[in-house]
């Protein structure tokens, strides 16, 4: 393993592009460098399975012949460089054919989630002026409420739509990639919108190589490994680093397409012989719940797992070592980003619990105040990136939006968080998240983590309420776990527990029990439709309070 301060310092942003992309910034081609790059080597390019569990692989000389006749089918519909692609579709064999297809023209792959209803499907498009959607038998009615859709291709198409595996057999087996420049887009994604409107961002395929470097210092990505990334590519972290990362790399990805629960997830790491692993604390948690249902069929398969998407609970820290025997690791990053901080698996650095950890080399990563200031280890501030001092910061703003995220050198990444005297940087919160009590600054994340140690937690969300004393008091919204009835008795039970686990000031004095917790459809947390929400009720009750 090597060192981080040596790997950090001996970084070299040239000899990267080189390594990663083996040639130069002004020739090149995504699907050249995520399949055509890596044929002849004796091993799968995707490994899939269904719900039902068929399935099988793909080598990297069968998804390029693919990607070759679906480009000329996406041609033969006017399909040229630097237009957009757009797929709606689930984690099949037919998704990366598209994908790779779309980059192989030179053109702009758009995700489109599947969990989207019609009016997202319907902004999303007609921002991105896709071309062609490439979508399947479930997903396609979604479309048919979409204003000016563009040109539909349909796997299983009804009669007399054009059909995806039709028109592949009818088309050419021989298509040239066509060469862009390092700046050049190959993705245009959108952001989660946590905390507003998703917002539209072009990836420059230049970006390949800081992905590559969370690949393989963040992930630890080993030649040996069977890799498999829960996130679904319809959202940033899929589709960075579940295709485009271990596939530049020449590495299998691996592709389920059924619901996610701790069967299924249990059953494909033990017949897939999945060694690495990422996913999200929103998962994990899930797979927590089911114990050694999910444990025991897995036991001596992992090697490291990763986690991204939100901050990483200590209790799922210690449930992984404790009952896997494997070490899990909290990752940092942005749809705008990629990911940027990070507990590496392949460098070695001191790893503090709850800390999202260090740099990824080719990133300096700061706190600054709200006057753009550094601030010193122990105060807390916006994380920022110093681009004058990231190579591999690609991000260079909003496709068609103004944005305030720049300041001078700094991209301002909109979280709070607080450097420590290690180096590394804890997670506080979203910088709207942060409630202020009683002259006190408390991060919702910390009192979330302490309320899902205790074991009638599934899940929390914490907020600061309004309130006229002391600005802010800390309201919890728990998900319980099955045979603990909600009750103010328990309510006072998880309240002692958090006073005790943190400090005087940083525990809830309300709960309110819920059946579920609202979040994006990529899974992150959506605190503030809870704030809002409270804020909604207060306004609703006074008028009743002044004619009482």
């Known amino acids: 393993m090597?060192?981080?301060?040596?790997?950090?310092?001996?970084?070299?942003?040239?000899?990267?592009?080189?390594?990663?992309?083996?040639?130069?910034?002004?020739?090149?081609?995504?699907?050249?460098?995520?399949?055509?790059?890596?044929?002849?080597?004796?091993?799968?390019?995707?490994?899939?399975?269904?719900?039902?569990?068929?399935?099988?692989?793909?080598?990297?000389?069968?998804?390029?012949?693919?990607?070759?006749?679906?480009?000329?089918?996406?041609?033969?519909?006017?399909?040229?460089?630097?237009?957009?692609?757009?797929?709606?579709?689930?984690?099949?064999?037919?998704?990366?054919?598209?994908?790779?297809?779309?980059?192989?023209?030179?053109?702009?792959?758009?995700?489109?989630?599947?969990?989207?209803?019609?009016?997202?499907?319907?902004?999303?498009?007609?921002?991105?002026?896709?071309?062609?959607?490439?979508?399947?038998?479930?997903?396609r009615p979604k479309l048919d409420e979409v204003q000016g859709c563009p040109i539909l291709v349909t796997v299983g198409a009804a009669a007399g739509e054009l059909d995806f595996h039709q028109a592949l057999e009818k088309a050419d087996s021989v298509c040239a990639p066509v060469m862009r420049?390092?700046?050049?887009?190959?993705l245009l994604m959108f952001t989660s919108g946590t905390t507003g409107p998703a917002k539209p961002l072009e990836v420059p395929l230049r970006a390949i190589v800081a992905f590559q470097g969370y690949m393989r210092d963040a992930v630890g990505l080993r030649a040996q490994d069977n890799f498999w990334n829960l996130a679904d590519p319809g959202w940033a972290y899929g589709l960075y680093y579940a295709v485009t990362g271990p596939l530049s790399l020449g590495h299998a990805t691996t592709f389920y397409d059924g619901p996610f629960s701790a069967e299924s997830c249990a059953r494909v790491i033990a017949k897939l012989g999945i060694t690495n692993l990422a996913g999200s604390p929103t998962a994990f948690r899930l797979l927590i719940a089911a114990g050694e249902a999910f444990s025991a069929p897995i036991k001596g398969c992992l090697r490291v797992v990763s986690s991204a998407g939100e901050p990483l609970n200590p209790e799922v820290i210690r449930w992984f070592a404790d009952e896997l025997g494997v070490t899990i690791h909290d990752h940092y990053g942005q749809t705008e980003l990629g990911m940027v901080l990070c507990n590496h698996h392949a460098l070695e650095h001191p790893v503090q619990l709850g800390s999202a950890g260090f740099a990824i080399p080719g990133h300096r990563i700061v706190v600054v105040d709200e006057q753009g200031v550094e601030l010193p280890a122990g105060q807390p501030g916006i994380l920022a990136v110093d681009r004058e001092q990231s190579p591999l910061c690609w991000f260079g703003g909003y496709h068609g939006l103004a944005t305030k995220a720049f300041a001078g050198k700094y991209y301002l990444s909109g979280d709070t968080v607080e450097l420590n005297p290690d180096g590394s940087i804890s997670f506080v919160g979203r910088s709207d998240d942060v409630i202020t009590t009683s002259g006190y600054r408390v991060g919702p994340f910390d009192v979330e983590s302490a309320l899902i140690e205790h074991p009638a937690v599934v899940e929390a969300a914490v907020i600061g309420k309004p309130d006229p004393e002391r600005t802010e008091l800390i309201k919890a919204f728990v998900v319980l776990a099955g045979g603990f009835p909600a009750s103010a008795e328990l309510a006072e039970t998880l309240r002692q527990h958090v006073r005790q686990r943190l400090y005087a000031h940083a525990y809830p004095r309300e709960f309110e029990f819920v059946g579920e917790l609202p979040k994006t459809p990529s899974g992150k947390l959506q605190r503030f439709i809870l704030r809002n929400q409270e804020i909604a009720r207060q306004q609703a009750a006074q008028p009743i309070a002044a004619g009482a």
Request: aromatic share 8%; proline share 5%.
């Open 2 to 139: 090597r060192d981080y301060a040596e790997a950090a310092r001996a970084f070299d942003p040239a000899q990267a592009a080189r390594a990663a992309l083996h040639g130069n910034l002004e020739a090149l081609n995504a699907c050249v460098e995520c399949c055509d790059r890596h044929m002849g080597r004796d091993q799968p390019a995707l490994v899939w399975e269904d719900r039902d569990g068929n399935g099988g692989h793909y080598t990297f000389e069968q998804l390029q012949a693919l990607a070759a006749r679906f480009a000329n089918v996406l041609k033969n519909h006017g399909v040229r460089a630097g237009d957009r692609v757009a797929g709606l579709m689930p984690r099949t064999p037919e998704l990366l054919v598209t994908i790779l297809a779309t980059w192989r023209l030179g053109a702009v792959y758009q995700p489109l989630f599947t969990a989207f209803g019609p009016k997202a499907i319907e902004h999303r498009l007609a921002q991105s002026q896709a071309k062609v959607v490439v979508s399947d038998r479930h997903n």
């Open 181 to 186: 420049r390092g700046d050049d887009p190959f």
